[in-house]
């Protein structure tokens, strides 16, 4: 069964950073590029960031390029989401999804 969980988020306060973790099974993790995604309270779903199968490429959203940083750990089938100087409108469900797949995501807000 192909799963991927997602965890790390909480509250945070403006200026302050969060680890995602998204521990993936069920499926062959080095072979797929991952990506993290965020919905705001009454905003569609935003793509944040993508990593290729063997993490030698990465992109990112301008709305968080130099504050969030996405990287994996093959070896751990897990994808994490660095996420440093966190702002106010940072305050989403972040999801993280290989193609056809979606974790049940994780809350983060950021607030004082």
């Known amino acids: 069964q192909v799963q991927l969980v997602e965890s790390g988020g909480g509250l945070a306060q403006p200026g302050g950073s969060l680890r995602l973790s998204c521990a993936a099974s069920?499926?062959?993790?080095?072979?797929?590029?991952m990506s993290w995604a965020r919905q705001a309270p009454g905003k569609g779903l935003e793509w944040v960031s993508g990593?290729?199968?063997?993490?030698?490429?990465?992109n990112i959203a301008d709305s968080v390029k130099g504050r969030f940083t996405i990287s994996r750990d093959n070896a751990k089938k897990t994808v994490y989401l660095q996420m440093n100087s966190l702002k106010p409108e940072d305050t989403a469900i972040y999801y993280c999804?290989?193609?056809?797949?979606w974790g049940q995501g994780t809350q983060v807000t950021v607030s004082t």
């Open positions: 990593i290729y199968s063997d993490g030698s490429d990465t």
């Open positions: 999804n290989v193609p056809g797949i």
């Open positions: 069920g499926f062959t993790f080095n072979n797929y590029s």
